[in-house]
């Protein structure tokens, strides 16, 4: 049996699945801690990895990546206070936003949080700041859109160029303004890209930050002395949703970086990472119960409890965001077509709208009522996301650990029955 199947299994037994809670998300702590150290391993001790928060804000799950060794990358005062509440240092969390207020900022500095600047009028904002906060320890850089191209998903593209993300560094003067800008503040002492998420290409964040380090090492050239001393280099390894292959790798992406841009792996630089998918993706699935069957047209339709509320981007956008998806019998046998003969299969979630659906017409061994569905890969952006937590009533999430037949499965987010909602009202 594998582990997936062993976690379902227990899952089961533990009859977590039960009419208040009908789809639940899994992460998987152990498998976790495998990927942490993974990329851990394949960059040298120059690398500090954070976490970027928004791919799982579970603060059980925060708490984890923590204790394994990561910093954590926010991009909103709520991670910042789920990643503060999970136990980071203030020393280890990096703030991007490209909507940062006054307040976001000056908590920033007088808490010695690290800042990523994005546009020149938080620049203006940082100067008057800055006379504040003379003694802050936070590190600070500018976030430079390098406008090199966009993947094959717009939406998570951010080199484009007209990205709203950073500083456009081809338009205009612009690579020479922020030369004079770094001149004139000796304490802007990073610099920061992310070229962009699931969808692109290695070789086009290579690129990426291959012009990140040729920017830093110009602006180093035109001061004396190394004032830039610390490179982030974003996040955004693309995860495989096709199969349980871990594909690509860290040390296939550290292999490229060292070709395009070899300077991160000479000393000269603190690097910062901000991996958020590719660390927590393939560690969570979603679990849910096949509340009815019923065919239309030639199509066979099983309709589960996990749509477009905690599958949004593969309910919005389908073609951009496919999922895995494996059929278990009630009592946690994995549908196979010896168990039961493939069908064209749409597997719909529970909302009312027609494109509440997580497969479409794709070749399943037939689901029946009472059976359950693994939606794979979901570690990440997925039940993880934050949204308001009234709104998801019947999704619970768990954590498991441990081995083989002594896996431990504990809820780390309760999810409110009918009942309770009701009676908060
Ligand atoms: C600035 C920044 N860093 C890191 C990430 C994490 O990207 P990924 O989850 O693709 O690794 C994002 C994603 O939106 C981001 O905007």
Request: net charge negative; charged share 10%.
């Given at each position: 049996m594998n582990r997936k199947q062993q976690i379902i299994q227990s899952a089961i037994e533990a009859n977590i699945i039960n009419n208040d809670l009908t789809a639940i998300g899994i992460m998987d702590l152990d498998s976790l801690k495998k990927t942490i150290l993974a990329v851990q391993q394949a960059f040298p001790q120059n690398f500090f990895h954070t976490f970027a928060v928004k791919a799982n804000a579970l603060l059980s799950v925060l708490a984890s990546i923590k204790d394994n060794g990561m910093g954590a990358e926010v991009a909103s005062p709520g991670e910042l206070l789920i990643a503060l509440e999970a136990g980071f240092n203030t020393e280890h969390i990096i703030f991007d936003s490209p909507a940062k207020t006054i307040s976001d900022l000056r908590q920033c500095l007088a808490k010695d949080i690290s800042i990523n600047i994005d546009n020149i009028q938080e620049l203006e904002r940082l100067d008057k700041l800055m006379l504040e906060?003379?003694?802050?320890k936070s590190v600070i850089g500018f976030r430079v859109n390098p406008q090199i191209g966009s993947g094959v998903i717009s939406s998570t593209s951010?080199?484009?160029?007209?990205?709203?993300?950073?500083?456009?560094?081809?338009?205009?003067n612009n690579r020479q303004t922020l030369i004079d800008i770094y001149k004139a503040r000796p304490w802007l002492t990073s610099i920061h890209t992310h070229t962009g998420?699931?969808?692109?290409?290695l070789t086009l964040m290579a690129k990426g930050v291959s012009a990140l380090t040729e920017l830093a090492e110009e602006i180093n050239d035109n001061?004396?002395?190394?004032?830039?001393?610390?490179?982030?280099?974003?996040?955004?390894?693309?995860?495989?949703?096709?199969?349980?292959?871990?594909?690509?790798?860290f040390t296939e992406y550290a292999e490229l970086l060292n070709e395009?841009?070899?300077?991160?792996?000479?000393?000269k630089y603190q690097v910062k990472t901000e991996f958020g998918r590719a660390i927590v993706a393939k560690n969570g699935v979603i679990v849910t119960r096949v509340e009815y069957t019923k065919t239309a047209g030639d199509r066979h339709i099983a309709i589960t409890h996990?749509?477009?509320?905690?599958?949004t981007r593969t309910a919005f956008l389908p073609k951009a965001w496919p999922l895995r998806i494996t059929g278990f019998t009630p009592l946690g046998k994995e549908k196979t077509a010896q168990v039961a003969e493939p069908v064209m299969t749409d597997v719909a979630?529970?909302?009312?709208?027609?494109?509440?659906?997580?497969?479409?017409n794709q070749l399943l061994p037939k689901l029946a009522i009472d059976d359950y569905v693994m939606v794979h890969d979901?570690?990440?952006?997925?039940?993880?996301?934050?949204?308001?937590?009234?709104?998801?009533?019947?999704v619970g999430v768990f954590a498991v650990s441990g081995e083989n037949q002594n896996l431990n499965i504990k809820c780390i987010r309760k999810a409110d029955s009918i009942e309770d909602v009701l009676s908060k009202m």
């Open positions: 906060y003379p003694q802050t951010t080199a484009t160029a007209t990205s709203k993300f950073g500083y456009a560094l081809a338009d205009n998420s699931q969808g692109c290409e001061i004396a002395g190394q004032q830039v001393v610390r490179l982030d280099i974003g996040g955004g390894l693309p995860v495989n949703f096709a199969s349980e292959e871990v594909n690509p790798t395009h841009a070899p300077i991160l792996f000479t000393n996990a749509g477009a509320q905690i599958l979630g529970p909302c009312c709208f027609a494109g509440d659906l997580v497969c479409v979901t570690g990440g952006y997925y039940f993880s996301n934050h949204f308001d937590y009234n709104s998801l009533p019947r």
